[in-house]
């Protein structure tokens, strides 16, 4: 079966610095995205990445969020100055496209300070 | 705009007896619909999916969920409940016409009462 990896499982940031999160999508997959959960509430879209760009994004990817697939294998995100509303379990995922299930990652708490 | 309600926040239910949950989904073209499962501090765990064809569709653990698109409905159904069935349950809608981004409805929390 294959699966969506996430690095690191949790992480633990002062208000103001970077983070990056790490993901490893499926190899043979074309869409990826970022998706994050608030403690106790539902999962919300951030952006989705294709073809090597942004192909959607939401409210929340400001201008302190970025996405990047430096070598062909990762996928990251990046929070340039976290805030205290950043702290969140951040999701992976990855979709060839079609009729086919978009494959979650176990996901990256982050909590910051 | 896409968007999911689930209107039931929180469903009791005794072990052994049936459950069903709502879902209700807007989207202007086919939708292509997911039911998530999801334990305190865990991931998200794929119950079922529909894309097309044959509207009732059977998941993992025994779940089953109906396509209604007259009703703009996908209610996951078990016909009798598990103490392990207890969890936080997330519909989703997506497709072609936005590069297969999910909406998750907020989710409904089951507790399986002995």
């Known amino acids: 079966e294959p699966e969506v990896t996430q690095t690191p499982s949790h992480q633990v940031t002062q208000m103001g610095q970077e983070v990056i999160l790490r993901c490893v999508p499926i190899s043979n997959h074309l869409y990826f995205y970022w998706y994050r959960q608030i403690l106790g509430q539902k999962v919300e879209f951030l952006v989705s990445?294709?073809?090597?760009?942004?192909?959607?994004k939401s409210e929340i990817f400001d201008d302190q969020f970025s996405v990047e697939r430096p070598d062909g294998s990762n996928f990251t995100l990046k929070i340039r100055s976290t805030k205290l509303e950043d702290s969140a379990m951040y999701f992976c995922?990855?979709?060839?496209?079609?009729?086919?299930?978009?494959?979650f990652g176990p996901g990256t708490r982050l909590l910051v300070l | 705009a896409q968007s999911v309600t689930q209107p039931d926040i929180h469903i009791t239910v005794s072990e052994g007896a049936s459950l069903e949950l709502r879902c209700n989904y807007s989207?202007?073209?086919?939708?292509?619909l997911f039911w998530y499962v999801q334990s305190p501090g865990q991931g998200l765990q794929l119950l079922l999916k529909y894309f097309s064809g044959d509207t009732l569709v059977q998941g993992i653990k025994g779940f089953e969920a109906e396509f209604k698109r007259s009703q703009s409905s996908f209610n996951l159904r078990k016909p009798s409940v598990h103490w392990s069935d207890a969890a936080e349950y997330f519909c989703?809608?997506?497709?072609?016409?936005?590069?297969?981004?999910?909406?998750f409805g907020a989710g409904t929390t089951v507790t399986v009462r002995a």
């Open positions: 995922a990855s979709w060839t496209g079609g009729q086919e299930t978009q494959y």
């Open positions: 990445f294709y073809n090597n760009e942004i192909s959607e």
């Open positions: 989207y202007g073209a086919t939708p292509y």
């Open positions: 989703a809608v997506g497709g072609r016409s936005n590069d297969y981004k999910l909406s």
